[in-house]
């Protein structure tokens, strides 16, 4: 029992010395997610240097043992937006709460100034008890007392006596469409962009007469718009007890923080005709009670007051360009710890395919902070970027630097290719015969540099995003036997006899050949009913002479084993009998503070209507983990076009128009902008294209130089016309 004890109480002795970490790095995430929110959200942010802001609040937060002393450090990088709509709830006076919210009331004073006293947060019939109180027969003017109410801004009327029509400010707030990749990565979609939303402001009709108006609030009140609008128009007059500034029109939202705080952050920009910006009382009264509402009466009574002063400020811009710092290789801590925070905000907020990531990705950023924090010298830091990446179970996440081109070797090739056959790394391609002398296509790699090829393998994996596990391996056989240029690897190998040891040099022109068709026909009649095309191969141009060739044939096998050359735009409407059918969905995150801060912009993608003859026979494509993105989206246009049979085995699942980011370090980060998905909405993402008829290359048929997926296709074709067993 004594041990047991004893057991326990080391257990727990432990768990208090690893809590303080743990609070630390929760701090910490806590200050990135509020970082990254600002960034994208507050119209501001993109005018100062807020890589800055949180790195000198890191230091803060890493010292912080209380909530308290982690809101004083949130509160201090907030400060640096120089904007007093954006704080930390418990930083401001607090105000005293009415305890029973009272119906909205009226009353007149003797020489016709309508009182109006509202007292109520926002609900349904609001609008209705407004209405029925705001009667200006034998009114000379109003006061609309505020300086109790929440009602949310749109509950007020939108109308008031004016003898010309009236429009008021506009409200502007940031958009994200899509993620917008740098200038100098700029391609793909054309739909990725920030901008301005700027919504028009109501008019306030015109009636046949005029009533003036003073707004009596404090800070912390609710104005409506109209009264914006009336002051603009010199109809009315807003006074308030205290300074007053955007939060009274609800330029703000709340953000959660720890300990069931929160902060609120501007979201909205007010933009006045004159230039101005902002909400500014016509006068500051610096008296509050019943003394206030007499200055508002004496003030609405005697019909003129002075004009308020606001800023006069242009928007910044609404696009956040990521520092790259690449001069930095291996940045201070602080920057390193913004990269993860960048990473995480980048996914969570544009990635389009987050909630098919298949884990807590809040949860990935708190496991990756500690070791972008200790990660000790360059080449670790790179890593650990590409570890994070890893976790968004994507293919289209590629991670760049020279850091990592030298760690995988991306330079240097051999003059060989393998694949994954039979779960096996085996030699499918020899690309130099003397310079991969005693290299026989068929043979199986047992080792590499002594090194089991599962061993390289599992090192590698955890730094490579794969959507699909045939991605995966795909991603790993390209990387494999890769290294630096003039560099050798040493390899055991087994063919048909027994095992021998072979070396090979590493060089970039085996890089670039590796890339290369070993067939450089782009179409060729199989027999004279089958076609077949090479879609790595054929160019636009060629697709019409294509079809010419194979207007008598009963059938054309497309080979979509790797990566197209954007034809299928021009062959897919012409094997289709209908005009311009949905052939694909595609989603893409709009990002912006109205509303929720993620939406989707949904699309239809038709076949492009065709001129040309249309072609009748059967086609079918073979596919295999090397197809993906345009390829997979090419096998949507052909499914779609004439039911186009797949023979082969699963493609990659990765598809989605390739955005781009950078983090800390230069290191430049793909991934997919767009969610896309079949004609149906059925998923295609890690999913990839499946065949209709499943076949894989075998070693036998390798050793034999046979190629059965095309040879299954050719016996599929030659049948009498069906549908696949």
Known sequence: MKVLVLLIATAVALAAQVSPEASRFERLAALGKLWTYV??????????????????????????????????????????????????????????????????????????????TVESSPSRDAPAQLAKLLRFDNVQAAVIDLRESKLAPNSFPPSWPVTKAVSGPRRASRRHDGYAPPPERSGGSVGYSSSWDVGESPDVPASDRQVPAVFLVRSGSRLPWLALSLQNAGVAAIVSEDPIDDRVVGAAAPFPLPGGRSSFIRTMEILHADGTMGVAANRVLNVSGEPALDAAIELARAGRWEAPVRPQRSLPSAGYLEKRYADQLYPPTELRLVAGFRIWGVFHYFFPYKHLIGEDWDQVLLEMLPKLETAGGAREYHLTVAEMVARTNDSHCSVSSPELSDFFGYRGGVPVQIRWIEDQPVVTRVLNTAAAAGVAVGDVVLSVDGQPPAQRMEELGRYLAASTPQSKINRLMGLLLSGPPGSTVALTVRGAGGPREIKLTRSSESMMAASKQSDMTPYRLINERIGYINLMLIEVGQVGEMFDQFRDTAGIVMDMRGYPRGTAWSIAPRLSARESPVAAQFRRNIVQPSGSVSSQYYFEQRLPPTTGWRYQGETVMLIDERAISQSEHSGLFYKTANGTVFVGSATAGANGDVTSCWVPGGISINFSGHDVRWADGKQLQRVGLTPDIPVKPTIAGIRAGRDEVLEKAIEYLSRSPGKPE
């Open 39 to 116: 960034k994208y959200m507050h119209p501001r942010a993109t005018a100062v240097d807020w890589d800055q802001a949180i790195v000198r609040a890191i230091p803060r937060v890493n010292a912080a043992k209380t909530d308290q002393e982690f809101l004083d450090a949130a509160e201090a990088m907030l400060a640096e937006l120089n904007d007093p709509a954006t704080f930390v709830v418990g930083k401001q006076p607090a105000r005293p709460v009415s305890p029973s919210p009272a119906a909205p009331s009226a009353r007149r004073t003797e020489d016709g100034i309508l009182v109006l």
